[in-house]
């Protein structure tokens, strides 16, 4: 018999390996059992016939940052169009939101855009390849976690000039 390719799998063990707890989560979203950090407990976990959903949280490998609708979408293009050589995981949301993964700041960052959250070790979010009630979830910059990441300045400054330059033209975020 033929085994389809169990990417969820795959994708939990290359976040064990880049030091990225993992755990199982429900088609909802709901955390469904503890984080895991063992590629051993990966491999029980994921390497079934129905795998569950995965969630991922912040680390000392992995800043991920939720960036509000408008800036964040008007920052990605900013980003891209330095044409930079590392591009960050950012990850559409139903409610317009956007999820994004970066380096763990190294300094104190600078001031932030309005809106913009540093979720907090220990908070599950569901990563691509995942499906939730909402459809199969979706990365720009797909390789996540295999690829390097950028700084989070990098990503970040982008995101409030985004804000800046929009309240510059329509006076507020709407």
């Given at each position: 018999m033929i085994r389809r390719k169990n990417?969820?799998?795959d994708t939990a063990l290359v976040?064990?390996?880049r030091g990225i707890p993992v755990q199982a989560a429900t088609i909802a979203g709901a955390p469904d059992g503890d984080w895991i950090t063992d590629a051993n407990e990966a491999r029980d976990v994921w390497d079934v016939d129905e795998p569950p959903n995965l969630a991922v949280c912040s680390s000392p490998t992995v800043a991920i940052w939720r960036l509000p609708r408008i800036a964040g979408a008007y920052g990605k293009r900013l980003y891209e169009q330095e044409r930079p050589d590392v591009w960050p995981p950012?990850?559409?949301l139903p409610d317009g939101d956007w999820i994004t993964c970066t380096?763990?700041?190294d300094t104190k960052l600078g001031p932030l855009a309005t809106g913009v959250e540093y979720i907090e070790p220990g908070v599950p979010v569901v990563i691509p390849p995942s499906t939730t009630m909402d459809g199969r979830l979706r990365w720009?910059?797909?390789?996540?976690?295999l690829h390097p990441l950028p700084s989070a300045d990098a990503v970040l400054s982008k995101v409030l000039r985004a804000e800046e330059e929009y309240v510059e033209l329509h006076g507020q975020l709407g």
């Open positions: 990417a969820l799998l976040c064990v390996e950012t990850m559409k380096l763990q700041p720009d910059g797909s390789k996540f976690p």
